[in-house]
């Protein structure tokens, strides 16, 4: 047991993602020379790669860079359902807009379902692909009433579901929504398919290659960090989930950033099958899958908005605490978190970047429904470049804007204002000589606050905390030893580098 952060013994002490330990995936070189392609796909999580492989079929010459490994953004460490039921988002979107959008809504994510499954069955792809239902329900009181509402709304919207007044699993429900004919896979396995796929159609894949802005003109030119390399390309498509090229359009002031917790763990007690997400004030999620040959059930939930929390080690806590009660637990073999983003509306932005911009194309704000969603996205994209009509693209057309959403606006700028300047004047109590090895605080060195992190050889490392980004204050998080930026979400290793955006330079490193 770890005295400093209290973890049984059960919590692997470091975080890492089950589905980048069990998938060998290809590596790629930096991009060290200027390009010329028809369309520069910049990251390569879900949404990129999708895009890639699609537009490399209809006979585009593609590059797609990322700025690290490929899929080790939010996409290698996801829960990867695949399903249209994403908590109680039908009857908000039936509240907030007409019924057509919502229905949409719908139909765009089963398209994407379709387009997995459809891949895997034509290309014999094995990753783990499993048919399941997936359940919504709740164990409160409280919230059946937001229940039912969200039923009324399957039926309105004709999405077929059934209630049902308890579980097939050890979960004390006190109301249950079911939707048939939904998925889980392991999305790396699947995706590495899809980037085989890329380079066999003569695409171009670069990593460790950090995209910092662009010129736009005919062509458009994306570049590296300080302008060393260049890709001249006749349509740039951005999936480097928070938009790294944010000025044009705003999104900064458009998006929110929350980050979520997942453990899998071997169980005591065989599990019944099904995809489980609850609404109540703890959310919970639970799928299983394999690992080294046996059942591991991964249990996730408890989301924050990044670079807000005290102790991010105790989300594993209540996960463990949870999966230990319900289905017991022999061993926790994996750990990690990641977050997601999402839009004023919780309708992802994919089209044109702006009016201004029609060679230009977003997709990001999956809400944590990237494996729909994203999929989507790189069907929609791909229907935008090839100038093709998709009877979905007002709906997630990223230049939509309502009255509800401008207000939303002004409050996400006034929260990161306020960010700005309150962060500055936090308190930085704990002093250098008592940082442990691997412990992380603010500390005052030479009358200045700065980021200080001891590592476990002892060797110390002073940053500047403020965001390169927009000069947000970061915060330490304990759990992935990281700084994060609560306006925007970019996070920082304890050494300053870059572990994502919209971020593209490190934090500045101070001398001891
Ligand atoms: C804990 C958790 C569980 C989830 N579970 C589910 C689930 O069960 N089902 C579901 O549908 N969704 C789920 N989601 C959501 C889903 O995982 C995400 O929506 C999706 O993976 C996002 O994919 P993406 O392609 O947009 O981004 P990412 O996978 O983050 O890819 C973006 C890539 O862009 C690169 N990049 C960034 N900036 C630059 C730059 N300047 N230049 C070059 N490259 C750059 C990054 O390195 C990264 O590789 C979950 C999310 C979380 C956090």
Redesign the pocket.
């Known amino acids: 047991m770890s005295e400093k952060f209290n973890v049984p013994s059960e919590l692997p002490r470091y975080p890492r993602s089950m589905w980048r330990t069990v998938t060998t995936l290809p590596t790629f070189p930096e991009m060290r020379e200027d390009l010329k392609v028809d369309a520069a796909v ?8 999708t895009t890639a492989y699609l537009l490399s079929l209809e006979g585009y010459k593609v590059a797609l ?19 249209a039921q994403h908590g109680l988002i039908y009857s908000e979107f039936l509240t907030n807009f007409r019924p057509e959008i919502a229905r949409s809504y719908y139909e765009a994510n089963m398209e994407g379902l379709n387009f997995i499954r459809d891949m895997v069955q034509k290309h014999n792809i094995d990753c783990d692909f499993q048919e399941e239902t997936a359940y919504l329900y709740t164990t409160q009181d409280d919230k059946l009433d937001d229940l039912r509402k969200e039923f009324e709304a399957y039926q309105e919207l004709g999405i077929p579901g059934e209630w049902h007044d308890s579980l097939p699993i050890p979960v004390q429900a006190k109301g249950v929504i079911s939707m048939p004919g939904q998925a889980q896979f392991n ?1 790396l396995k699947y995706l590495k398919f899809l980037v085989e796929k890329i380079i066999e159609n003569g695409g171009l894949i670069y990593e460790n ?4 802005g662009a010129v736009y003109g005919k062509p458009i030119e994306a570049y590296t960090i300080d302008g060393e390399f260049r890709i001249y390309c006749n349509e740039m498509i951005v ?4 938009p ?1 090229w944010n000025v044009p359009a705003g999104y900064f002031t458009r998006l929110s950033v ?5 453990l899998a763990v071997k169980p005591e007690t065989s599990f019944q099958g099904g995809m489980y997400l609850s609404i109540d004030d703890s959310k919970r ?1 639970i ?1 299983s899958a394999t690992f080294e040959g046996e059942e591991v059930l991964i249990v ?1 939930g408890e989301n924050h908005p990044t670079g807000k929390d005290e102790n991010t080690f105790d989300h594993y806590l209540a996960l463990e605490k949870f999966a230990g009660e319900t289905f017991g637990s022999r061993e926790i073999p994996f750990r ?6 999402t839009t004023l509306d919780k309708i992802p932005y994919i089209g044109p970047l702006s009016s201004d911009y029609p060679f230009t194309f977003i ?2 704000g ?9 999929t989507f ?1 790189g069907l929609l994209i791909r229907d935008n470049v090839i100038r093709r009509s998709n009877p979905h693209m007002n709906t997630f057309n990223p230049g939509r804007f309502n009255d509800k959403s401008l207000g939303q606006t002004l409050v996400t700028g006034m929260k990161m204002a306020k960010e700005m300047i309150t962060g500055k004047f936090g308190g930085a109590d704990e002093k250098i000589s008592n940082l442990e090895p691997d412990q992380g605080a603010l500390v005052r060195h030479n009358g200045k606050k700065v980021g200080a992190y001891r590592d476990p050889k002892g060797e110390l490392f002073l940053v500047d905390t403020t965001c390169t980004h927009m000069g947000c204050e970061t915060a330490w998080n304990e759990a992935e030893r990281s700084w994060d930026c609560p306006c925007h979400g970019s996070r920082f290793a304890y050494n300053g580098d870059v572990i ?3 971020a ?1 330079d490190p934090l500045e490193r101070i001398e001891e």
């Open positions: 910049i990251g390569a999580g879900i949404a990129g790669v860079v990322d700025a690290g490994q490929i899929l080790d953004g939010t996409t290698g460490y996801t829960t990867a359902k695949i399903s999305p290659t950090t995209i910092e999936t480097t989930h928070y790294f929350e980050r979520s917790y997942a999620s799928r996730g990690w978190s990641a977050q997601d983003i997709a990001t999956f809400n944590k429904w990237g494996m729909t969603n994203g996205a994502e955006g919209p593209t």
